[in-house]
């Protein structure tokens, strides 16, 4: 099972690029944000034609959070996070897809730090870590999947030095992160490049992506279930360097199949798996089997895929 997370900034602007994404990755599971439309205005006749089912939480210009289950219906489970009954803005749904659950959240960006909106996010993040480890307590499969807004470590951002006093890298945000793993979630990505330079967004400005001057903002956090059950991940960068592309790339995780049980119960699948695509960054867990890796760290970013050994990480 493929469940990967995508900042469209757009979802209607930028609609071609999310169905040809689809159409290529083939994921099971899409976790969405910034759809910045309204609930009416989700492109929802699209995304069924596409083959997948969807549950959406939108809101006029901002926000907005989607989940998308491939060839099956999500059963919305919430819209919004506990614990503020006057938080209007669309930034997390949750949805239960074949006996896991999924929460897609946007967290608030927080800048300009220190001031309201960053006071904001941090009571955002605490609600989020309530209901986080409300969620661990059932010991159901979980994966909370979205645009975090932060940047939990100095590998995760491409010149730290430059981003000491941003809302996405103040002390107070990772600090605020590390505490909502530490309640026992694995963060996926980093699980399975525990060294890497790993990027998921680049600004438009100053050719920040053909520098690959980029940040790893978008995460998936998965359940100890399902920790057990992750193989592969990655970051299709390829789609970022798209014609009208949003800045975000989609990020992604694999999870071996469930033992004794169908992970779709007995649902018509499409004949495809989900599978890399040209120019994502992926990694298996087994370090002798040939991965699809590009030059994801050179200078000028290609998007022709190398079939490559993994191999041991150096960086320090």
Avoid at 59 to 78: M, Y
Avoid at 210 to 218: C, K
């Amino acid at each position: 099972m493929r469940i990967a997370t995508y900042n469209v900034n757009g979802i209607n602007g930028r609609l071609p690029n999310l169905l040809a994404w689809l159409e290529e990755a083939a994921p099971n599971v899409v976790c969405l944000q910034e759809l910045k439309a309204p609930d009416d205005k989700f492109p929802g006749a699209a995304v069924r034609a596409a083959g997948y089912g969807a549950v959406w939480h939108g809101q006029k210009s901002w926000n907005g959070v989607a989940i998308l289950a491939r060839d099956t219906q999500p059963a919305e489970i919430r819209r919004g996070l506990p614990g503020d009954p006057d938080d209007a803005h669309s930034r997390y749904i949750e949805a239960a897809i074949d006996g896991m659950i999924v929460g897609c959240l946007y967290l608030p960006n927080g800048n300009p730090a220190p001031g309201p909106k960053f006071d904001y996010k941090l009571r955002w993040f605490q609600r989020l870590t309530e209901h986080a480890q409300e969620l661990l307590a059932t010991g159901e499969p979980v994966v909370l999947a979205g645009d975090f807004n932060v940047m939990p470590t100095d590998l995760d951002v491409y010149a730290p030095e430059r981003w000491v006093d941003d809302a996405l890298f103040r002390p107070e945000v990772r600090e605020a992160y590390r505490c909502l793993v530490a309640q026992g979630w694995t963060d996926a990505l980093r699980a399975l490049y525990p060294g890497e330079r790993i990027y998921t967004f680049w600004k438009y400005f100053r050719n920040a992506f053909g520098r690959d001057a980029g940040l790893r903002i978008d995460h998936l956090l998965v359940s100890p279930s399902l920790a057990a059950r992750l193989i592969a991940g990655g970051v299709d960068r390829n789609v970022r360097g798209r014609e009208h592309a949003s800045d975000h790339a989609p990020a992604w995780i694999e999870l071996a199949e469930r033992p004794h049980a169908s992970p779709n119960r007995g649902r018509p699948q499409r004949s495809r798996p989900s599978r890399p695509i040209a120019g994502s960054f992926s990694a298996g867990t087994v370090a002798s089997t040939p991965i699809l890796r590009p030059r994801t760290f050179s200078s000028s970013p290609s998007s022709a895929a190398t079939r490559m050994p993994a191999m041991p990480n150096t960086e320090t």
